[in-house]
C-alpha cells in the first residue's frame, strides 16, 4: 500500500499559516470496506465501498483514518482498505524578503543566540510559523528563528540590488530619542524620585526629560508610562520602545528604560549612578521584563 502524507504550507502576509489539508489524491478500493461520516467506528455507515471503487483522499487523519470523498460526498475510511498514488505536494517553503533589519536567533526568544543580524533585502524561506511573534525560517542554508514584523512574503528583485528602505519618520524620532539619551551619560546622575532635568533623575524621569526633546509628552512616573502609547509585544520590540522592569523582590513595575535594539536597552539606574546601556537577554534585567510601550 502506497501512503502519502500531504502537506500544504501556506503563506499570506505576516499571517502566514501551515494547514493540514493538501490536494486530492485519487485512489482505488481494494477490498470491502466502510464509509463513515465521521473517523470513528461509532459513526454512521454511509455505504459499504466495493473494491474498486474510485475515490479521492483528501486528507490523512491520522494512521487509523482518511478523510475522503466518494463521487462528490465527503467521508472517512481506513487506509488499510485502499491504494492510492502520492498527490502533487504544495511547497515545504515560502520565499519571503527582509524589509528592515532584523535579527536571525538560534531559537524563539529574545534570549537565544544571534546568529546575524539580517539587513533589508536580505532573502530567506519561511519554513513554518511557530507563534504570532516567531518565524522558523532559513537562511543560505542555515535554520534559525525571527519576528515576522520585519518581513515581506515573496522574492526579493534580482540581481540588481534595491535600496534599503528611506527611514520612517518615527524611526528618525527614535534615533533622536536615544541619542538625547546617550548624550546625558556623565551629565544625568540617579536618584530616587527625582526630576532636576537634566542633572538629577530617576529612571520615569529620565525618560520624561529625552522623550519630550523630541515633543513627546509623558508623565513622571512608571504608573504613568506604563499605560502610555499602545503595548508591544517583546518579540516586536523596535528602537525607542519604552521597557519596563519589576526590580528586586517586587512583581511590580518599578524601573524603565528604552529600548535601543539588539536585546539592549538605555536608562538612568542606580547600579550607573547615572545613564547607562544594559542587556535585556542575560544578567540581572533577563528575567525582570514585564511588558513595553510604543509612544513614537
Known sequence: MKKNWLILAGAGLLSLSISATAFASPATVKSYVKFRSAPSTSSTV?????????????????????????????????PNYITY?????????????VVRSVNFRSAPSTNSTIYANL?????????????????????????????PSYLE????????????????????????????AKDLEGITHYAYGVNKAPTLLDCSAFTKYVFGQEGITLKWGTRYQKDAGVFVARGDLQPGDLVFFRVGSSS???????????????????????????????????????TARRVI
Not at 475515490?55 to 475522503?68: F, G, H, M, S, T
Open 46 to 78: 454511509y455505504e459499504t465501498l466495493k473494491p474498486g471503487t474510485a475515490i479521492d483522499v483528501q486528507q490523512e487523519v491520522n494512521a487509523y483514518w482518511l478523510k475522503v470523498t466518494v463521487n462528490g460526498k465527503v467521508g472517512y475510511l481506513s
Open 85 to 97: 498514488e502520492p498527490a502533487p505536494t504544495a511547497p515545504k517553503t515560502t520565499p519571503a524578503t
Open 119 to 147: 539587513k533589508p533585502g536580505t532573502s530567506i524561506s519561511v519554513l513554518e510559523k511557530v507563534s504570532a511573534y516567531w518565524l522558523k525560517v532559513e537562511v543560505n542554508g542555515k535554520t534559525g528563528y525571527l519576528s
Open 153 to 180: 512574503y515573496g522574492q526579493a528583485p534580482s540581481p540588481a540590488p534595491t535600496p534599503s528602505p528611506a527611514p520612517s519618520p518615527a524611526s528618525k524620532t527614535a534615533e533622536k530619542v536615544i541619542q538625547h
Open 252 to 290: 511590580e513595575i518599578g524601573h524603565v528604560g528604552i529600548y535601543i535594539g539588539d536585546g539592549r536597552f538605555i536608562h538612568n539606574s542606580p547600579s550607573f549612578d547615572g545613564v547607562g546601556i544594559s542587556s535585556m537577554t542575560s544578567g540581572y534585567w533577563d528575567t525582570r521584563y514585564v
